[in-house]
Nanobody, 125 residues
Framework: VQLQASGGGLVLPGGSLRLSCAAS????????MAWFRQTPGKDREFVGA???????SYTNSVKGRFTVSRDNAKNTVYLQMNSLKPEDTAVYYC????????????????????WGQGTQVTVSS
């Protein structure tokens, strides 16, 4: 499967962005789809994920502000980011993995088989 992330950009603190991750090559409706982010010199950090049954998980720092959703008809996953903070600045990556990943596993980058190319999100005044 090929994943294409888009939607990043420059936004003021408190603003919103919606990232998209469009898949091609096969359907991702049964996959666990996740978003990670990375800043220079740091490891890739788990942001949120949606399982095959549409249940979601988030890292604590984005709970209540970010929402992961999927549109199976469009073979696309989204990350809606609201109330953005400067510390959300990073390159955001989408990833695809086994649909049955458990919580202790789905937060780990090595659990995912396919990755998008990343999209830059910058939160700054």
């Amino acid at each position: 499967v090929q994943l294409q992330a888009s939607g990043g950009g420059l936004v003021l603190p408190g603003g919103s962005l919606r990232l998209s991750c469009a898949a091609s090559g096969r359907t991702i409706s049964s996959d666990t789809m996740a978003w990670f982010r990375q800043t220079p010199g740091k490891d890739r950090e788990f942001v949120g994920a949606i399982r095959r049954g549409a249940s979601t998980s988030y890292t604590n720092s984005v709970k209540g502000r970010f929402t992961v959703s999927r549109d199976n008809a469009k073979n696309t996953v989204y990350l809606q980011m609201n109330s953005l903070k400067p510390e959300d600045t990073a390159v955001y990556y989408c990833a695809s993995g086994n649909g049955r990943l458990i919580l202790s596993t789905l937060v780990r980058a090595e659990a995912y088989d396919y990755w998008g190319q990343g999209t830059q999100v910058t939160v700054s005044s």
